[in-house]
């Protein structure tokens, strides 16, 4: 059963940063492609970004696009997302989540993905 840890959640004021981390256990994480979702209160879950299994191409909502930044450390088996220039709309809950590869550069859907996490809270106050 492979678990999906996020961490580096919490409160931050608008403009400010925060980075989140994810640690999928799994055998061998550079077989992996992953991704970052959010849902805020009341709205659907939703993309944020995404990195292929070696970490050169990645894949950016347009709304965060230029504040937020994927990355993964194959050595450390973890995935990052700093996330700066905080808006008050990025607050949401975030989800990590993780699929083995199949030969796409990246992948954009949560339909995509067979192992989630169980969520890091940010929140951005204005």
């Known amino acids: 059963q492979v678990q999906v840890i996020e961490s580096g959640g919490g409160l931050v004021q608008a403009g400010g940063s925060l980075r989140l981390s994810c640690a999928p256990s799994?055998?061998?994480?550079?077989?992996?492609?992953m991704g970052w979702f959010r849902q805020a209160p009341g709205k659907e879950r939703e993309f944020v970004a995404a990195i292929g299994w070696r970490g050169d191409y990645t894949n950016y909502a347009d709304s965060v696009k230029g504040r937020f930044t994927i990355s993964r450390d194959n050595a450390k088996n973890t995935v990052y997302l700093q996330m700066n220039s905080l808006k008050p709309e990025d607050t949401a809950v975030y989800y990590c989540?993780?699929?083995?590869?199949?030969?796409?550069?990246?992948?954009?859907?949560?339909?995509?993905?067979?192992?989630w996490g169980q969520g890091t809270q940010v929140t951005v106050s204005s």
């Open positions: 989540a993780a699929r083995p590869n199949s030969g796409r550069y990246y992948y954009t859907e949560a339909t995509d993905y067979g192992y």
């Open positions: 799994v055998r061998t994480f550079s077989n992996y492609a």
